[in-house]
């Protein structure tokens, strides 16, 4: 976890470094206005982070990144556009050590021999301009069930760190982790699991 904020940081550093003319770059904020193309998942800038009741108590929460995979985007027509992205389960990462080794064990997500998580898109819905509903399927832990994410447009332009054009999206969706056979300490660790996805993809063609 302190690497991963110590990169935003380093990043923002840079940024800011680097002045005003800089950050115009990022200046794509219309959905419609972004460039069709077929994306790759940037695994740096890309997080899934999840919570989950904690006894009735808390709740708590952790980030799950390593992504790979494309999006292909089509903002002219946007239910023609498909999503197609992983991560790594090995890198799950809570605040506390012990734990975050027990949930990349057998007992919980078995990052050994389910070293990816699946998110592939089988539709797309639009939700006005810089919005839409992806239906998808969901492979974790070997199971494979719908899920539904709520997307939102946050911004495109080129990076310039990597020089790449990048767009940025957020995403929010709800799993019970037993439908995936994960059922360690259910229900008093609790069954949904909220995920708040934060995702950026840099244009290949």
Known sequence: MNRILAAGALGAVLIVGAGSSALAQASVKEGKDVKAGVYQAEPYHTQVLFTVSHFGLSEFSGVVTGASGMLKLDPAKPA????????DTSTILTPVEKLTGELRDAEWLDAAKFPKATFV?????PAGANAATIEGELTLHGVTKPLTLKA???????????????????????????DFGVTKYAPMIGDTVHLTIHAAFELQQ
């Open 80 to 87: 023609n556009s498909k999503l197609e992205v992983s991560v």
């Open 121 to 125: 898109s089988t539709k797309v819905i």
């Open 152 to 178: 939102h447009f946050v911004g495109a332009g080129v990076n310039p760190i990597t020089k790449g054009y990048t767009v940025g999206f957020d995403g929010q969706g709800d799993i019970k982790r037993t």
